[in-house]
Nanobody
Framework: VQLQASGGGLVQAGGSLRLSCAAS????????MAWFRQAPGKEREFVAD????????NYAESMKGRFTISRDNANNTVYLQMNSLKPEDTAVYYC???????????????????WGQGTQVTVSS
């Protein structure tokens, strides 16, 4: 699976953005998909993930109620809808897949085998 993230940009605090991650490869639907982010000088942190068949989604505590992860297996795409954005949400956002299909990898970046190139999100105050 190859991943390409897009949709980042500059937005004012309180605004919204929707990120997309397009995947190539016929096995996309067999993988959990996750979003991470990395701010300058900070470690990469977990944002959200979604199960391979969509019923289950998990979010980092600070994103609950503001971010929504979803996926469209027919189009090999995973999305991250981000609402009520804050300046502290400024980061490069990455999509990723676990190393093993049909298994959740959790919050540790080391458990993920493939990464998109990242898309910059900047939230101004």
């Amino acid at each position: 699976v190859q991943l390409q993230a897009s949709g980042g940009g500059l937005v004012q605090a309180g605004g919204s953005l929707r990120l997309s991650c397009a995947a190539s490869g016929r096995t996309f639907s067999a993988y959990y998909m996750a979003w991470f982010r990395q701010a300058p000088g900070k470690e990469r942190e977990f944002v959200a993930d979604i199960s391979w068949n969509s019923p289950y989604a998990n979010y980092a505590e600070s994103m609950k109620g503001r971010f929504t992860i979803s996926r469209d297996n027919a189009n090999n795409t995973v999305y991250l809808q981000m609402n009520s954005l804050k300046p502290e949400d400024t980061a490069v956002y990455y999509c990723a897949t676990p190393r093993t299909p049909r298994r959740r990898a959790g919050v540790r970046p080391s458990e993920y085998g493939r990464w998109g190139q990242g898309t910059q999100v900047t939230v101004s105050s």
